[in-house]
Each structure stands twice: as C-alpha cells, then as structure tokens.
C-alpha cells in the first residue's frame, strides 16, 4: 500500500511544465479509443508475437476476413500498427511494444474482473 501511497503524493505535487500534458492526454485518449474493440484490441496482442497476414489473423479472432481486414486498416491509419507486401500477402505488425504492454495490461485488468484467479496468476501444475 505504501508504494500506491507514494505514487498518489508524486502525482499530485507533479505539475505540468510547458502545457504539452494536454497534447500528450489527447493522443493518449485517442490511442485508447482505438484499442477500445475487442477485435482490435486481439489483434494488437496477436501481432506482439510478430508479423502475421489477414488470413493468420481472422483464424485467431471471432471475426470475418473482411471484418479483420478493416480493424487493420484503421488501426494502420491510427499509425498502431504498419504493413508491407510479401509477394501476394499483405504482412501487418504492431508499431510499438508500449501499444502490446498497453494491451496486456487491459487484458490483464479485465482478467481481475472477470475471474476469480487470473491466468496470469496461476501456476503451471510442477
């Protein structure tokens, strides 16, 4: 508790210096909303693990083809994730790994949620 304590004192005595926070909140906010589908939300984690194409990723999420293939659009127009072509494949991958923390820990609040012990809490079986 005394580390949460400590958090809570510095934020509050930490002021804005050259009024950027705005900006930065903005961007932050914006970034959130983006992330705020599950489809995309999947599909950032799915692509920590490394570049995958349309097809690899509509196997893996509770969506189309072509659904899959507008979440990646957006999220490309959002700058989250880029691609490139591959002979006939487009290949997607996530921008930054702050996006796949960002999605992890999302996932893992939710987590705390939903279950009674988080996977992230258990244990593998010894």
Same mark, same amino acid.
């Given at each position: 508790m005394r580390a949460h304590? +400590?958090?809570?004192?510095?934020?509050? *005595?930490? &002021? $804005?210096?050259?009024?950027?926070?705005g900006?930065?909140?903005?961007?932050?906010? &914006? *970034? %959130?909303t983006h992330l705020?589908? $599950?489809?995309?939300?999947?599909?950032?984690? %799915?692509l920590a693990g490394g570049e995958q194409d349309v097809g690899t990723l509509t196997a893996q999420v509770a969506a189309s083809r072509s659904s899959v293939s507008q979440h990646l659009?957006? %999220?490309r127009l959002a700058g989250l994730v880029?691609?490139?072509?591959?002979?006939?494949r487009?290949?997607?991958?996530v921008t930054s790994g702050h996006l796949v923390a %960002?999605? +992890? &820990?999302?996932f893992g609040y939710a987590e705390h949620l939903v279950r009674a012990v988080p996977d992230h809490h258990r244990h593998p079986s010894v």
């Open positions: 304590n +400590d958090m809570a004192t510095a934020s509050a *005595v930490r &002021q $804005p210096d050259d009024g950027s926070d900006e930065v909140l903005a961007v932050a906010a &914006q *970034v %959130l705020a589908d $599950p489809t995309r939300l999947s599909l950032i984690r %799915l659009g957006r %999220l880029s691609s490139h072509r591959e002979g006939r487009m290949l997607y991958r %960002l999605a +992890d &820990q999302a």
